[in-house]
C-alpha cells in the first residue's frame, strides 16, 4: 500500500513598515512562495518585513529583512537594502536561498561576501537630542561555545551575539570585524584562552567595562560603534546598547536562568 506524503501548508507572511504600495507586498508575498517551492520541503515556514524609512539622507531606503525556518538547521535570516523595495526583495531572498542551501548541504553558510556587505541597511542620521532607547528586549541566554556563537550569529545575520560562554559560564559576546573579515569574542569578566577553531575567531584582551546606560550611550555616540557591550553596575550582567538603522537605540539584557 503507497501512502501519499502531504506537505504541510505553507506559511507566508509578509509585514510592512513604512508608506509601501499593496503591489509590494504582494510581490514580496509570490516571490517568498516560490522560494519555498525551490528549496523543496525541508521549508514550509517563511517571514519577510519590508520598511522604507522617511530620512532622505538614506541611499539605499528600501529594507528587506527576510528568515525562514530549515528543518533539521532551524532559523536562517537576512537583511538587505536597496533603492527600491522590488530589488530590496530580490537581494534579500536570493542571498536567504543561498545560505539555506550551503546549511543543508554543506552544513555551513561560510562568511558574508563584500557583495552582501555593500548592500547593508544605513544608519540613519539622527541628532543626539533626539536619540532614546525605544527598544528593552529581555533574553534567557543561550549555551554555547564561542565557536557555536559564531555559526548562529551568521545564520541569524546579525552584527553580534550574546550568549552564555560554557567555557567559562559568563555573560559572553561575539561580533563581526568588518575590516578583518573575522570575529571578535569579549567575555563580561575575564579572559581565557580560546582552544583550537576553524574560524578567523580572535579574544578580546581585556573583559567587558563597567558602565551604566547612560555612560553606554555617551560611549556609543563618542566612538560611533554600532554596540557597546558592558556590565551593569549592579548585577554585574553582561548588557548590549546597540545603533539602531532609525537612528535611535536597543538594549539588550539577560534574564535569570530559571535552572
Known amino acids: 500500500m503507497t501512502r501519499l506524503r502531504h506537505r504541510p501548508a505553507l506559511d507566508v507572511r509578509v509585514e510592512i513598515r513604512g508608506e509601501l504600495p499593496r503591489e509590494e507586498a504582494e510581490y514580496a508575498r509570490s516571490r517568498c512562495l516560490a522560494l519555498i517551492a525551490d528549496l523543496g520541503p525541508d521549508v514550509h515556514t517563511a517571514r519577510l518585513r519590508l520598511t522604507r524609512p522617511r530620512d532622505r539622507s538614506v541611499t539605499r531606503p528600501a529594507i528587506a529583512q527576510a528568515a525562514l525556518d530549515l528543518a533539521g538547521v532551524g532559523r536562517v535570516r537576512v537583511e538587505l537594502a536597496a533603492v527600491t523595495v522590488r530589488e ?104 581565557a584562552r580560546l582552544g583550537g577553531s576553524g574560524l578567523p575567531l580572535t579574544e578580546s584582551a581585556h573583559p567587558a567595562p563597567r558602565l551604566d546606560v547612560l555612560e553606554a550611550a555617551r560611549q556609543l555616540w563618542l566612538t560611533c560603534w554600532p554596540f557597546v557591550f558592558h556590565t551593569d553596575p549592579g548585577d554585574g550582567r553582561g548588557r548590549i546598547l546597540y545603533r539602531r538603522y532609525d537612528g535611535h537605540y536597543g538594549l539588550i539584557t539577560p534574564i535569570a536562568d530559571p535552572y
Do not use: C, N, W
Request: net charge positive.
Open 88 to 191: 530590496a526583495v530580490d537581494l534579500a531572498l536570493g542571498t536567504l536561498a543561498g545560505r539555506a542551501v550551503r546549511l543543508r548541504e554543506l552544513g555551513d553558510i561560510g562568511l558574508a561576501t563584500a557583495y552582501e556587505s555593500s548592500y547593508r541597511p544605513q544608519y540613519a542620521s539622527r541628532p543626539l537630542a533626539e536619540r532614546r532607547i525605544v527598544r528593552r528586549k529581555s533574553v534567557l541566554l543561550a549555551r554555547h561555545t564561542p565557536e557555536q556563537a559564531v555559526r548562529e550569529m551568521l545564520a541569524l545575520d546579525h552584527r553580534f551575539h550574546l550568549f552564555s560562554d560554557v567555557l567559562t559560564g559568563q555573560d559572553s559576546v561575539v561580533h563581526r570585524m568588518p575590516a578583518s573579515g573575522g570575529f571578535r569574542l569579549v567575555r563580561a569578566h575575564s579572559t
